[in-house]
């Protein structure tokens, strides 16, 4: 079965799955947003809400569908995954999320599916990790959201802080989606402008590295915040993988940091986190020389340590 490239399938329609279809809507990317859920009443309700907006936005066909009809997409959007409740570890929380991942991913690949599955449900990166072992497709053609939202939030944070526009900030969160995330500030500017060097440029000229923590702190802490004040994030991350979907679509070769499955990048092997990849139509084309002093890469690799530990308790490498 050809792939339709303007085709796109999501997975779970919680606030996540609605709002990343509401935003594809709006992007005018694709011609056709197939909608799953375990609850097909509720893919079907949300679907219709969006599809009322067409008016309004570029034509498509929006509709709650099944895995048969996600066969041929382009692109496998999956938010599935279950909330944490009170009392519940976080690791309970990551195999039950597994779980679900056991029931989604086969059925997806038993279809000869050919296109690329991207994971924005949480934990991300052991969930990519998860979706590659179940699935058994091509490194490049499975990866996660990774840190695309925390690295925006990043240059927000910078942004407010500079008085800059964001889009002329280069910054990266890097490691793991999580707490053990970090900022890659040896390799960040402002258009070419060290940071440090553009801190002083608008005023700044002590405390650089008090306020790179602070700002590092926020973006850490960003999520648990806006859960703290409205129960859930989800605005964020859907135009994260409106942005991922973009540069596969339209072939960008963009630079994104998603979370992949590793293979000896910094001495880092079999996990899934994220660095700075080039994303285009065939998924993941190639990494890219990011450079790292030695303290970022004794983070990245403790990061990737704490998610084999992780991956380690979750029995995924005897599937």
Known sequence: MAVNLRKVGIVGCGFVGSATAFALMQSGLFSEIVMLDADRAKAEGEALDISHGLPFAS????YAGDYDDIADASIVIITAGAAQKPGETRLDLIKKNVGIFKSIIPRIAERNFKGILLIVANPVDVLTYAAKKLSGLPDDRVFGSGTVLDSARLRYNL???LGVDPRSIHAFIIGEHGDSEFAAWSSANVSGIEISHFCEMRGYFHDHDVAKENIADEVKNAAYDIISK????????AMSAKRICEAIVRDEKSILPVSSIQ???YGI???ALSVPVI???DGIESEVPFALNESEISKLRESAKTLKEV????DLDEE
């Open 279 to 281: 994303v285009g139509k």
């Open 311 to 314: 991956i380690k308790s979750c």
């Open 59 to 62: 034509p498509a066909s929006i």
């Open 159 to 161: 942004s407010t802080h």
């Open 269 to 271: 092997n079999d996990v």
């Open 230 to 237: 409205k129960h859930a994030t989800y605005y964020g991350i």
């Open 263 to 265: 293979h000896g990048r």
